[in-house]
């Protein structure tokens, strides 16, 4: 296996066990506040499964099998597709609430729109560029959308930074796990999006090329013997008469 190619999955394996813990604990946090508050209960348990699809999908990424794949393509497209849907039906009452007299307002309808922009740019890139051969060489492009959804978050993570530590807004129970979470939140979709911009690792019938080529390069050295080692093998292995057996026979 080249150097390269060790790295690459060192760095890969590293993004993808990040993004899974992120969520882990994120969707852990969500279930402690279905459990701890009463309001909105169906809301929260449609984001907890969403987060919950994720979470899976990102542990799926460090299985470099085709059918582990394959799950994690159905998982994290239905995730992020959840996750957008249950944003779209608060749409209504976010807009209502806008005021561009009151800052508050304005902050948390802009996080709104960034973080719906963000995501929605996260799954056009799976669906369209990622499992598309020809667009997903297009390493600049990748980088350059994955590094503008990390901007995205960012932005939403500053201002909700000052949501909650001027204003007071969107605390859930307290201001510490509150602002926890949104690290977690930020990390975690921050994580997709760099593991996005990786190389597509290439593989053949789930095994990756780089380990069929050492595989390769292995029989080459087992089999590549020699003619004056391959004959001192041949005389070996000759069955050969001890001292006792010619005795007996003359």
């Known amino acids: 296996m080249r150097k390269k190619d060790i790295r690459n999955n060192k760095i890969r394996n590293f993004v993808n066990l990040f993004t899974a ?14 459990v701890q508050i009463s309001q909105n209960r169906t809301g929260r348990i449609l984001g907890i ?8 999908a990102t542990f799926f990424a460090l299985v470099p099998r085709k059918g582990f794949s394959i799950m994690r393509t159905v998982l994290l497209i239905a995730g992020l597709s959840l996750n957008i849907i ?26 709104y ?13 799976y669906l369209v560029f990622r499992h598309n051969k020809k667009l997903s060489r297009m390493r600049k492009l990748a980088c350059v959308a994955m590094s503008a959804v990390v901007l995205l978050y960012l932005s939403c993570l500053i201002m909700e930074m000052v949501l909650m530590i001027r204003y007071g ?31 597509v690792p290439q593989s ?14 292995e029989d080459e050295i087992l089999f590549s013997v020699p003619d004056n080692e391959r004959a001192k093998v041949e005389v070996m292995k000759k069955p050969q008469s001890s001292e006792a057996d010619t005795d007996f026979v003359l």
């Open 21 to 34: 813990l992120m969520f882990t604990l994120l969707t852990s946090y969500q279930i402690y506040l279905l």
């Open 49 to 56: 499964i969403s987060f919950a699809l994720i979470t899976i």
């Open 86 to 111: 249950i944003k779209i039906f608060n749409a209504n009452a976010m807009f209502g609430m806008l005021d561009f007299a009151y800052t508050p307002t304005v902050l948390n309808c802009a996080v």
């Open 113 to 125: 729109v960034l973080s719906q922009a963000a995501e929605l740019l996260l799954l056009l890139y």
């Open 169 to 199: 807004w969107n605390i859930d129970l307290s201001l510490k796990y509150t602002i926890a979470s949104r690290f977690l939140y930020f990390f975690g979709f921050a994580g997709i999006a760099v593991s996005f911009m990786l190389p």
């Open 204 to 217: 053949q019938g789930g095994i990756p090329a780089a380990m069929i080529r050492q595989t390769s390069r």
